[in-house]
């Protein structure tokens, strides 16, 4: 079965949108390649359609003008790209398709398919589905050392969803790299149960 890897930029107080406008004084080498072992290992991506526009926008005239940032935005362009979106798309960027039907049928039917790891990039709303839905195999969260109080949260309100850590590593800006993966919900305790653990004196 395929595992799917969803990669977000966070701030400390949970907010995910519009990284562009608060999250590059933190982006160094530690930072490039931990985003590049998350999306080294994907075939294809799925994305939400703000989010591939975006992407769209950016990365096919990054990878024409041949600089810095070229060989990334060539990886970009070949992996496939599937987008989910309500609404009729048309696209110019390479490998790039529309998802058809329910998003989570789909994307559990592409999971149980042939190919390697599937990644996912921003695209909030369709993280939160495919989490809540048991779909998403690892969660790896940059989270940034501020707290930038206004934009979309990565959770909204719902049931609980149980993570255990994976992984955690700190970068010298203050970032940290965190992986999480889906776990059983923990057993039932109270302060009762608690107040074992505090300091006896």
Known sequence: MRKIIAGLFISLDGVVEAPDQWHFPYFNDEMGA????????????????????????????REAAGEEDAAFAKALGDVRKIVASNQKLEFTWRNSEQLHGD???TVRALKEGEGGTIGMSGSVSVVRQLLAAGLLDEL????????????????????????KLVSAQTFQTGVLSLVYAPADAPAEASYEDAKEHLPQS
């Open 140 to 163: 790896h969260l940059l989270v940034h050392p501020i707290a930038v109080r206004n934009g979309m949260r990565l959770f909204d309100v719902g049931e609980p969803i149980p993570l």
């Open 103 to 105: 998003l989570v049928e």
């Open 34 to 61: 931990a985003v590049d072992a998350t999306f080294s290992q994907a075939d294809t991506m799925i994305f939400g359609r703000k989010t591939y526009d975006s992407f769209a926008g950016a990365w096919p005239e």
